[in-house]
């Protein structure tokens, strides 16, 4: 008989350390690919990548039966676009540019049924295994994981305000609204940028709450998986097929 997936990440957040990759071009195969190689989570954008509802199920189809969690970032924290996404299957969800604690209130807000939220009610979505699984509505809150982002430096100043917000299970900061925020667009390790990351992460880990980090920069994944962030993506598909395919033709045209 169908049931609510279990959230292994909301599982395992905070207690180890996870690392992902950010999934941006719309390709089940690749995504499966990489759910194969040992990745415990990918998040799947719609933000800033060309991934519709029809790619989203498609990259979900393609990791249910892989050890690798997925992650669903919504175009924007809206109600419709968070009920379509959560409709589709998504349990854990990263909501962008969260600016304070209403904007992280609400966010949760989307993710719960009334009364506790403003969810939107079907039973017969493919969350909801086509209205196959019994007390859906009774189970299916307990495994969804809402992680809000912090993208520019107001944000960062009320991080203890965002992160205690009721639902919000962890708070991610994203280095390259950050670094445009503060006015250095496209320098993500400018010394500026990174010492406001790093208060911010001691800060969070202060009040206890987890904490992820997006970085396709090698040198730095490497200090944040050392410095203990709870969850590191590490690179996105493109830098990674990008870097392979570079490589591999600088190696042929020296040879």
């Known amino acids: 008989m169908a049931d609510v997936r279990t959230n292994g990440f909301k599982r395992d957040l905070g207690k180890r350390q ?34 519709e509802p ?38 854990t969800l990263l909501f962008p540019y969260v600016q304070n604690a209403e904007e992280a209130a609400r966010a949760v807000s989307y993710t719960r049924y009334p009364p506790h939220g403003v969810r939107g009610v079907s039973g017969s979505s493919r969350a909801a295994a086509y209205g196959l699984i019994p007390d859906y509505f009774a189970k299916v809150q307990q495994e969804i994981c809402v992680i809000v982002q912090i993208e520019t430096i107001e944000a960062l100043a009320d991080i203890e305000k965002i992160a205690a917000v009721d639902g919000v299970d962890a708070v991610f900061i994203g280095p390259a609204d950050l670094a445009a925020s503060m006015g250095h667009l496209g320098n993500t390790q400018h010394p500026e940028v990174q010492a406001a990351i790093d208060d ?20 730095e994944a490497v200090r944040r998986v050392a410095q203990g962030i709870d969850f590191v993506g590490v690179a996105n598909d493109t830098t990674i097929v990008v870097r392979g395919s570079k490589a591999l033709l600088s190696a042929v045209k020296a040879s």
């Open 54 to 91: 029809g790619d989203v199920v498609a990259q979900l189809q393609a990791m249910s039966a892989l050890p690798a969690e997925a992650i669903i970032r919504p175009a924007w924290n809206d109600l419709v676009l968070v009920k379509r996404v959560l409709d589709l299957g998504a349990q």
């Open 200 to 219: 911010g992460f001691r800060r969070l880990k202060a009040i206890g709450k987890p904490a992820g980090y997006l970085t396709n920069n090698e040198a």
């Open 18 to 51: 996870m690392l992902g990759i950010f999934s941006t071009l719309a390709s089940p195969t690749l995504t499966e690919l990489f759910a194969q190689v040992g990745f415990d989570w990918i998040l799947i954008d719609t933000e800033h990548s060309p991934n």
